[in-house]
């Protein structure tokens, strides 16, 4: 079924690559608008015209700490297609540095925490109120199955910047549910990304003790994310709210994984 999603104005961060790259392809083909945020203004560019132009997308350079810059983010979604009626709050980092909590420093304990978490609390208080004042709306966070368990291979910040996420998803939720706004967190499992392939590149015994922990065999792609992500932003996702959406290969739910 096409154009789930037809008519209506999305807002992705982290849209130049990964799922959120994915994720803003797949809203397209859906019939959204989409405002890309991001920091690849090369990237970003070449995105907007591969998709067919400002008639259907928009780059806007933001950092996602700055409040300023993601205020006007969501500004340029409104002043351009008229309303903001999804936000795919999505941008985030995983950095080497970022270890266990005996070797992260807090410098990179901060870093952390406001690209990853800082960013979706900005972004969620600057998109509520288009969605209030429309009565509509539909908020996707990426939190992650670490939210919900512990990770095999210590990543201290970004597993408490994911948790918090969480947390705030499942409040917003509650707070908004009759207002028309619904707040979901996409937890995906180990995803085929940039981020990843560089962990492979750094650290291949890290990234493959990730991998036997998946009952499929196989890391995600960000296709399937983009999937599920449309799926929490249309109407399909309508009775979902405060809702930790877990896409993790069976990670969550398996006690021993076979080999």
Known sequence: MAGRIEGRTAVVTGGCSGIGLA???RFVEEGARVVIGDIDDAAGEALVTELGGADVA?????DVTSKDEVDALFRTAKDTYGSVDIAFNNAGISPPEDDSILDTDLDAWRR???VNLTSVYLCCKAALPYMLEQKRGSIINTASFVAVMGA????????????GVLSMSRELGVQFAREGV??????PGPVNTPLLKELFASDAERAARRLVHVPMGRFAEPEEMANAVLFLASDESSFMTANTFLVDGGISGAYVTPL
Not at 58 to 62: D, E, Q
Not at 152 to 159: H, L, N, P, R, V
């Open 152 to 163: 095999a291979t210590s990543q201290i910040s970004y597993s408490a910047s994911k948790g």
């Open 58 to 62: 928009t780059y806007v350079h933001v």
């Open 112 to 114: 952390v925490q406001e």
């Open 23 to 25: 994720t803003v392809r």
């Open 182 to 187: 619904r707040v979901n967190a996409l937890c």
